[in-house]
């Protein structure tokens, strides 16, 4: 079998998007997601992707990140996914850090406040 780039495109692939369990992953796989008492986190890979082609933003309860890479390689795409966010997410304070194609977004979680009267019966 002659090795052409397609036929070595076409392998790499396989190679790449097979899971230990030998299946396929879907695209849905390809972030991380963790919560702890303080804040939740999101790590998603955004190969190829730089500060400028990057767009995240929350509307309404929704968490959207947007990405375009401006230089188009095997690795890199366009990226778009929403996460809705719990009402104890602190949507003032997001952090959203870029490092070596990984992106990592923290939300911090605030105290919810509790609100208790007393309603008189007439």
């Known amino acids: 079998m002659t090795i052409t780039p397609y036929n070595f495109d ?4 396989d190679f790449l998007n ?11 796989s390809k972030y991380v997601q963790a ?11 955004m190969v190829g992707v730089t500060k400028q082609d990057l767009m995240v933003n929350v509307e ?3 968490l ?18 929403e996460w809705i966010l719990n009402e104890d997410a602190d949507i003032s304070a997001i952090n959203a ?13 605030v105290k919810p406040t ?6 008189t019966i007439q």
């Open 114 to 119: 509790v609100r208790s009267v007393n309603v």
């Open 60 to 62: 309404g309860n929704r």
């Open 10 to 13: 076409l392998a790499l692939d």
């Open 18 to 28: 097979k899971g230990f369990a030998g299946g396929r992953q879907t695209t849905n």
């Open 35 to 45: 919560s702890n008492e303080n804040a939740y986190t999101i790590e998603a890979p």
């Open 64 to 81: 959207i990140v947007k990405a375009n890479a401006s230089v188009k390689s095997r690795f890199s795409n366009n990226f778009h996914q």
């Open 97 to 109: 850090h870029l490092s070596n194609g990984l992106l990592t977004l923290t939300i911090p979680r």
